[in-house]
């Protein structure tokens, strides 16, 4: 058979990767094309667009690219047109993907949605569009079924978040500070700034400025490839270092991060590495965020045991002298250990067997 995928952002195109790897084992016929990054490239199929083309963050951010926007928008319908695919998956992406779908829908093709548009935390009108032009809704955390069935009537498939599946298949490089030319001498920080260009520029320099004030600590940035790296020329330290593409190594080997709110806050809870979760963004974004999102946490961490456990800096809050006192408490045994015995709750409930694998099984075999 024959499918399109679109991924329009990191953690898409990891997830996207295992999808395609398990597609390809069980449909040894399967021809792919999608939208994605380099991992989803290795897993093999033809590339359309990759997710640096596409990842915008905040409302500012998308008002200004809209022509570009609307541009892939147009060019991905006479894609999957042309291409005529048996099934076309979404992962995550709901701005734009949900737009594809609902179009498509109309043309009579066949849709499955992985990774549920985030209704529950904002834009929950988005719920007739789904409805209509969803065939099948995959959800990656358990409270996400009950909330479609019990509030909407709608039936969802749970198999467990694919982010454990590919934690526990990573293999722990021995030879990290070695092999990375890290002295091993100090205690490991690691900087998960974000993999969106806006992200980046917004908060890697916040997190730069509390450097000089801690010289008995190593700082490790993980950086991504599918941005200018000129974005991480930022400064030079002596204790300070960067990784491309190392993430799962970095988090292996550290004592504590300071990351960017979304899949790297839960990233760390999996690997036990104590956080801070920081997000600032645009003053316009920020205040249109703060009308719509309904939620009272932005940490994955903190939103599914459903109370204060990583502390969070947000927006005004997020400034050196914030982040360095926090910093400083991160650091005491206790807090620690506080952190690290309820991350263990997290593993419990988000574990699952195969996931990736039953969920290629289901949009294949339906």
């Known amino acids: 058979m024959k499918y399109y995928i679109i991924a329009g952002e990191a953690s898409g195109d990891l997830y996207g990767s295992r999808l395609i790897t398990e597609i390809k084992s069980l449909d040894k016929n399967a021809e792919i094309k999608f939208w994605g990054g380099d991992k989803m490239i290795l897993s093999g199929g033809t590339n359309v667009k990759h997710i640096s083309e596409l990842a915008f963050m905040g409302f500012y951010e998308v008002i200004k690219n809209l022509d570009k926007i609307f541009s892939n928008i147009s060019f991905c319908k006479k894609d999957i047109l042309a291409f005529n695919p048996d099934k076309i998956i979404y992962i995550d992406y709901p701005g734009f993907n949900l737009r594809i779908c609902d179009w498509a829908k109309k043309k009579g093709f066949n849709n499955y949605f992985y990774i549920s548009p985030q209704i529950w935390a904002w834009k929950e009108g988005r719920i007739k569009k789904i409805k209509r032009s969803v065939d099948k809704l995959y959800v990656i955390f358990p409270f996400e079924k009950k909330y479609y069935n019990e509030k909407h009537n709608m039936d969802t498939f749970y198999f467990g978040h694919p982010l454990i599946e590919t934690i526990s298949s990573h ?196």
């Open 171 to 366: 293999n722990i490089n021995n030879s990290f500070f070695i092999d990375n030319n890290i002295p091993n001498n100090k205690p490991v920080i690691a900087f998960l700034p974000g993999s969106r260009t806006q992200e980046i520029k917004t908060m890697l320099p916040i997190f730069l400025s509390i450097i000089s004030d801690y010289p008995n600590y190593n700082f490790v940035i993980a950086g991504v490839s599918n941005v200018d790296p000129k974005l991480y020329n930022l400064a030079a330290y002596s204790n300070l270092y960067i990784l491309y593409n190392k993430t799962y190594d970095l988090l292996s080997n550290s004592f504590a991060a300071i990351v960017t709110s979304g899949t790297a806050s839960l990233e760390c809870s999996l690997f036990k590495v104590p956080q801070l979760v920081c997000y600032k963004t645009s003053y316009l974004s920020y205040f249109i965020g703060k009308l719509f999102v309904k939620l009272r946490h932005i940490s994955l961490v903190n939103i599914l045991l459903e109370k204060n456990i990583v502390k969070e800096l947000i927006q005004g809050d997020l400034n050196k002298k914030n982040l360095a006192f926090e910093f400083n408490k991160l650091c005491e045994k206790e807090t620690r250990s506080k952190i690290i015995k309820e991350y263990s709750k997290i593993y419990d409930l988000l574990s699952f067997k195969d996931t990736s694998k039953k969920i290629a099984s289901s949009i294949i075999f339906s």
